[in-house]
């Protein structure tokens, strides 16, 4: 897959059709795979910290969950063609897998979220296995124990929604002893999932304006937003100076 470079982190330039397929192949495979959806916050937050960049980089795939991402790459000459976020990848993922012998494990939100998810998913796409769950709330001497139950599960993709970077680091500490074949981080998707939270409607996601929705309903969002000018002014300035791809 072809990859932009922006700000140092390499995103693939793919749909969300085209990831999910990818995300259907790796089930193929005898491995984990990391698969992570970057939006202009984090990658931000990867352009500060060479650790988390490295941490992207290392995944097996790498999205562009942010309108903001879209534009950079177009200003780099290497257009992404839509935006590719975690939540619609997850989806076109459970409708595939729905009639299959993959399992799935939800992992992160409130204590209770999970277990709500699950009853959704399962109303939803008709057929899904899922195998466990489990809340985000732990601490760090029970890491070990909630590896051991994602493996003992069987599942074959887990959905790691601790948020980022929390959730991008701690699918690269596990990495190795996880025996799932995907690890997807993606977010808040899990509180969507529930009914807990809900998503931008589709004119506000279609015209590049969900964080603009996310502002009005949760003000208290101001500081972090303030990256997004803080973006695309370093991609203007920086952007160029990373070789592409």
């Avoid at 988390?52 to 950079?72: K, P, R």
């Avoid at 257009?79 to 993922?93: L, N």
């Amino acid at each position: 897959m072809d990859k932009v470079n922006i700000l140092g982190v390499n995103v693939d330039m793919v749909t969300i059709d085209e990831a999910a397929d990818a995300i259907l192949s790796f089930l193929d495979e005898d491995r984990l795979h990391t698969v992570f959806t970057p939006n202009s916050e984090i990658i931000m937050a990867a352009y500060r910290d060479k650790a988390f960049c490295d941490i992207l980089n290392s995944s097996d795939l790498l999205t562009a969950d942010g309108i903001g991402v879209v534009y950079a790459s177009k200003m780099l000459k290497k257009p992404i063609s839509e935006r590719a976020a975690g939540y619609d990848i997850a989806c076109r993922v459970l409708d595939d897998i729905k009639d299959t012998d993959h399992k799935l494990y939800l992992f992160g939100g409130k204590p209770g979220v999970a277990e709500i998810a699950k009853e959704k998913l399962e109303e939803k796409y008709s057929g899904i296995k899922i195998a466990g769950t489990h809340d985000g709330y732990f601490k760090e001497d029970e890491e070990a124990q909630i590896v051991e139950d994602i493996n003992r599960s069987g599942a074959d993709i887990v959905f790691v929604c601790l948020g980022a970077p929390k959730q991008e680091k701690w699918i690269a500490k596990y990495r190795d002893k996880l025996e799932t074949r995907v690890a997807m981080g993606i977010g808040g998707s899990l509180d969507v999932f529930a009914g807990t939270a809900l998503r931008a409607p589709d004119f506000y996601c279609k015209h590049g304006l969900e964080w603009f929705y996310r502002l009005k309903k949760e003000p208290w969002r101001i500081g972090r937003m303030m990256d997004l000018p803080k973006f695309a002014v370093t991609v203007l300035l920086h952007g160029r100076k990373y070789k592409q791809n």
